[in-house]
Structure formats: structure tokens, C-alpha cells
């Protein structure tokens, strides 16, 4: 009898722990409410949310009203990829910008939606399966691009085959007349621009080493720098900007800063894009610096190449912290460079711009680097915006993957959401922002002491790897569903959960161009 007295206790007190939230929502230890006083204390009003409704209320009303006004045919398309920008890092990205209450600019466009992300062969896509998706409307294998799923990966032919190929939106644009062009943070021939212009099996043949080094034939199987200035998508792009000049010249020659090539056949591609324009008694500028981008009459310029290091672009951050903002080019620079030179055509033009550097910060769990780029990537969205006009061009701001990035613990609302959280029951503290796996394993946890004593001053320095729960040399991406965020004609087609390989489709539509008009 005692016994089910004990038990019966126990039931209950378990029971009342559960029902008090004391079981799902662990209290922490150590941070005081009254260190972090109400960070805006007319939220502790209910009149305050009362009027942020009627506030919401009224914006959807006017919409409703002007509705009509968005189903003009999209004389120009821009498509902008956050490439790894998850949810969770478009959130955190808020509070780096001053608050949880504050929104990142492209969420104040009118429509959004939720796209998937998977590959033909993986639950977990990388980001050359995905732009084939995304700009061709087909979904591939995982390490392929511009390719059906018919095209294993390292298949040294399987490119070649015109009934595997994707076209891209990019194509779709330049035969109806549009022009189009690309702008990204990474190496052009990295793998999302690539999907822009390229049909290639393997992500890495970016030059003709690489697919030496896999044992194809660089004379049968073209790697990605040559397709982009030999093959007619790539030679007719108008604007190609971001890095990567290591794939367009030889070993044996160095660029503009000093470094040398990657290619080992000899080819200048650089030289050679230049001797086709010039061919064809065109105006075309080759440029390698912010200040040489400065000098380019941009409204009198027909071709623009610019290639701004050896590999990718620096870290928005590090431009500021390195104080480099003379040498190296925003991305809303680049941007804003890029419509500059497609809006002389008439017809319109299709434009994709890749925030790139969000997805390599992540891979190294540098989790501040990641939500700066994201904040930069958010200006080059407002500047597109900006410049352009709702009623003819179409802005559709999307990611291709998510990454494992997790925001947890219950910070207060003025902490810092790449500081420290609330001890933990070893009585340490962890991070707000953690990730599932990646080379920050070492920054949180050693075989001598187990879990390390983190400080503020530890974590606020940008080289600081965010901890993960399994080592990895790097991190991996997460297969959770993308945001996808609309402005201008036939944004409302963006709502709703759809396949990511519906997003092209959905731009062709609006612009009447390819297939889908």
C-alpha cells in the first residue's frame, strides 16, 4: 500500500512538472530577468499588438485592391539565391540586424512560399542538383548540373546526349529576344551560376584538369569555363561577375594579383571572350577590380565580364573587418552594375544573382559570417528593387537547400543571437546558434575536459566555429523545405508548397518566355 502511495506521488508530481511546461521547457540557470530589462516595453501593451494586426490588416486590403495591377506580363525577370539560406538563417539574420521584431527586407514582399528542395537520388540536395531545378524546371541527380536524372554522376558523355540536357530560364530569355546575365560571390563556374549555362555531370569540372583528373577526355567532355565561353547560352550572357579566374587561365600563367591558373591546356578563356567580342565589333569590358568596374561606362557597355578574384569573393564581413571595400565589390555593387547594363535591351532581361558566401560560412559553422552575407544579400535584393519597377519586373528571392542550423535555448530578447544561451545542467553555457554537424565540434567539446567553457569574447569573433553535435569537416546542408518570397507580375503564382523545379516554370509563365508560355 505504501508503495502505490509512493508511486501514486510520483505520477503526480510528474505529471504537474508536465503540465507547468517544467519538463518541455527546461528553466536554464545563471541569467538573471533582471539583467535584461523589457527591450521594448510597449510590447507589454495589448493594445500594441491590437494595432500591429490592423496595421497587417490594412497592407493585405490594399493589396487586394491592386491586385490586378500584378498580372502585367514581366518584361524582366531577377531571380536572387541565397544559396544555404534556411529559415533559420534568415531569422537569426533579424536579430543580427537589430531585433527578433525586425524583418529582412525581401520579407516584406507580398507572396511566399515553400519550395522542396530534394534530388532525384538524395532526401538532402547539394546546390548543382538544385539549380538545375530551379532555373530548368527538371530535378537531377546530386553533383550534376544542367542534366536529367538519366545522367549519373561522373558520367563522362552524359552531357553530351541532347535528350538529357536541361535548358535553363537563362536560354528561355535570350530566344525571345531578352538578354541575361549573372552575378555571384563565388567562382562563375561554381555550381549555381553554372546551372545558368552548363550541362556537366560532375559540379568540380570547372576546368579541364578536374575532368582529366576523373578520367574523362577534356577534348570530349568540356569542363565548365569552356561552356561558358564557347557554348551559345554562356557566349551570349551580357553579364558574367563574381570570381574565379583560376579556371580561365594555365598553370603556367598568373592573374592580375599574382596567382596562378588551374587550367593545364594552354586556353586563355579570358583572352578568348575578349577576341569573340571584338570579333563581332561589339562593346565589351573585361574588369578584375572594384575601381576597374568604376571606370566602365556601364550604359554604353554591351558585354561586361568581371572577375574579381583568383577564386570566390571575400566574405562581406571580412571586406569590413579587412577594411577592403575599395578593392572588392558588394554584391549589391554588383547587382546594381548588372541591371545597369541588361536594361538597355528593350525586350527585357533575365538576371540571377547567388549570395554564395552564405552557404560556404555555414559549411564552416561560421555561423556570424553566414548571417552577414545574408544581410548584404538582403541589400542587393533592395537595391534590385529599388532600381527596377514593380509593374514590369518580377523578383523572386529563394534559397536552393537549408543547412542544419538550429536557434535554441530561451535567450533573452536584447542578448545577442550569435552569444551564449543559459547554462546548461553540466553548468556551462552553449551557444543561441548551434549547428548538427561540422568542424566546430572542436570549438565546444575535447576528449581532456568534455564540454569547454565558452566566453562572450570567445564567440564574438568572426574566425569562432560554431559547436555541432557530431565532428565533420564540414558541415552539411539540411533537406528542410526553402523560403520563396515574390515581387512584381504574377507574384501571387509564388505561394503555397511546391517542387523546387516548379520555380522556373512559375518565372517563364509571368515573362511569357520558353515552354511554360
Partial sequence: MAKRFIILLFIAAWLSGSASGQRDHPRGRSFDAESHPVKHPEEQQTQYWVAKAQEKLLSKLAEAETQSANTNKAKNVIMFLGDGMSVHTVTATRNLLGDSAEQVYFEGFPYTGLSKTYCVNRQVADSACTATAYLGGVKGNYGTIGVNGQVPRYSCDGDAKEENQVLSIA?????????????????????????VYAHTADRNWENDWEVANRGCDPAQTIDIARQLVEQPVGQRLKVILGGGRQNFINTTVNDEEGLPGLRTDGRHLIRQWLDQKRATNVSANYVWSRKGLSLVDLEHTDYLLGLFANSHLPYNGDRERKRSQLADPSLSELTEAAIKVLSRNQEGFFLFVEGARIDMAHHDTYARRSLEDTAEFARAVQKAREMTSEDDTLIVVTADHAHVMSINGYPFRDQEITGLAQLADDNLPYTILSYANGPGYYSGYNRAEGRALLKEKTVADADFRYPTLAPLDAETHGGDDVAVYASGPYAQYFSGNYEQSNIPALMARAAGIGPYA
Fill in 171 to 195: 536560354q528561355w530569355a535570350q530566344a525571345a529576344g531578352k538578354d541575361a546575365g549573372l552575378v555571384t560571390t563565388a567562382r562563375v563556374t561554381h555550381a549555381s551560376p553554372a546551372g
